[in-house]
Structures are given as C-alpha cells and as structure tokens.
Nanobody, 122 residues
Framework: QVQLGESGGGLVQAGGSLRLSCAAS????????MGWYRQAPGKPRELVAT???????NYADSVKGRFTISRDNAKNTVYLQMNSLKPEDTATYYC????????????????WGQGTQVTVSS
C-alpha cells in the first residue's frame, strides 16, 4: 500500500558530497517521523538521522556537522545531504518512514526503502 523509492547513491571520493532522496507513495494519510539508516557489510543497521513531521532532527554522533536531513511534506519526500564524506560512511543507506495509511481505517505502519549504495573511496 505504501512504497518508498530511494535515489542518489553512488561512488564518491573522500571529502566529496552526495544527496540522497526518498519519496513515499501509495495510500498515505500522513507521515510522521522519516529517517535514514545505513548498514555496512558485517555490521548491524544503524541510525543515521531522523526528522519529525514538525522538522525536529536527530543525528548519529558520527555524522553530526557533516550530514543534513530535511523533508518536503507536500512531496512526501525526505533528503539526506552528505558532505565531507569519509570511507567509513560506505554502506547501503535505507530510508524509513512511519506512515499513517489511508485504508478503510487509518493505521500507522513502518516502511523501508530498498536501499541505495554509497561508496566512499580514500
């Protein structure tokens, strides 16, 4: 009923920048918190950043000052601007959204994107 489509990953040199986008589509009544998580090979998935519908943000210590999360509520889209990238930022990045689904009755469910690869070369 709800899909998250990510884009913007790729290969970049250390010190470079990338911008990830994630658009939600489907039977959406509203979207509460949206966020980005990442998973490197052999490691558990970890939080990168989240943003509430009101714009309150939260960041992992490892990305503070380098990454910026933002959203466009009219477009049901969340962004992650990543600057000063480091090789340790290499991972698959996943979008997450807490969506109030507009079914016959409204209920909240948690959705994940398919992931987009970010590779930072040294």
């Amino acid at each position: 009923q709800v899909q998250l489509g990510e884009s913007g990953g790729g290969l970049v040199q250390a010190g470079g920048s990338l911008r990830l986008s994630c658009a939600a589509s489907g039977s959406i009544f509203s979207i509460n918190t949206m966020g980005w998580y990442r998973q490197a090979p052999g490691k558990p998935r970890e939080l990168v950043a989240t943003i509430t519908s009101g714009g309150i943000t939260n960041y992992a210590d490892s990305v503070k000052g380098r990454f910026t999360i933002s959203r466009d509520n009219a477009k049901n889209t969340v962004y992650l601007q990543m600057n000063s990238l480091k090789p340790e930022d290499t991972a698959t990045y996943y979008c997450n959204a807490a969506v109030e689904v507009a079914a016959p009755r409204i209920y909240e469910d948690d959705y994940w994107g398919q992931g987009t690869q970010v590779t930072v070369s040294s």
